[in-house]
T-cell receptor
């Protein structure tokens, strides 16, 4: 069974710092990997989707990479802002439309 | 991307009662997914709902506890039946699109 792990579980950084969130998965047979943001008590907002054939995707200050063979993805956030404070979840899509979520990284960006 | 309207956004319910959560999508989708997120946990898939057939439930979830309707390609409901405090969670519906999955805004359920 696919297992998705996110490290660190929590991260607190000063505003303006660049940071990296890590996601690892045990089964490299994935269709895609998606990064989400979740604000407290809210639903999920999709940030980036990386297909299994791709190595990275960029959107604004966000860059996500995928190394399928090693079972790893990173989400890079440049010039962090207090508004980036949220929980970041990665999820991989495997067979039969099953979607496996990590437990998330709770990010706090201090003004 | 699709826009998903999920209702209610939150509710406080008495144990032993049932709550039905609605999910409306602004476009036709083949499959809709229902997830549960218990406090401090990540998301767990409850079931997959296809139009015109019974939902497919994941291990640990049963139809009697979480009946699902899917009357058409834009709408689905999830009922949480005979609730107990352990059912207090955020419930989310989701659809798959070409560019990944889109989620509703979630229903925050508290059972007292």
């Amino acid at each position: 069974k696919q297992e998705v792990t996110q490290i660190p579980a929590a991260l607190s950084v000063p505003e303006g710092e660049n940071l990296v969130l890590n996601c690892s998965f045990t089964d490299s047979a994935i269709y895609n990997l998606q990064w989400f943001r979740q604000d407290p008590g809210k639903g999920l907002t999709s940030l980036l989707l990386i297909q299994s054939s791709q190595r990275e995707q960029t959107s604004g200050r966000l860059n996500a990479s995928l190394d399928k063979s090693s079972g790893r993805s990173t989400l890079y956030i440049a010039a962090s802002q207090p508004g980036d404070s949220a929980t970041y979840l990665c999820a991989v899509r495997g067979n039969f439309n099953k979607f496996y979520f990590g437990s998330g990284t709770k990010l706090n960006v201090k003004p | 991307s699709a826009v998903i309207s999920q209702k209610p956004s939150r509710d406080i319910c008495q144990r032993g009662t049932s709550l039905t959560i609605q999910c409306q999508v602004d476009s036709q989708v083949t499959m809709m997914f229902w997830y549960r997120q218990q406090p401090g946990q990540s998301l767990t898939l409850i079931a997959t709902a296809n139009q015109g057939s019974e939902a497919t439930y994941e291990s640990g979830f049963v139809i009697d506890k979480f009946p699902i309707s899917r009357p058409n390609l834009t709408f689905s409901t999830l009922t949480v039946s005979n609730m107990s405090p352990e059912d207090s969670s955020i419930y989310l519906c989701s659809v798959e699109e070409r560019f990944g999955y889109t989620f509703g805004s979630g229903t925050r359920l508290t059972v007292v």
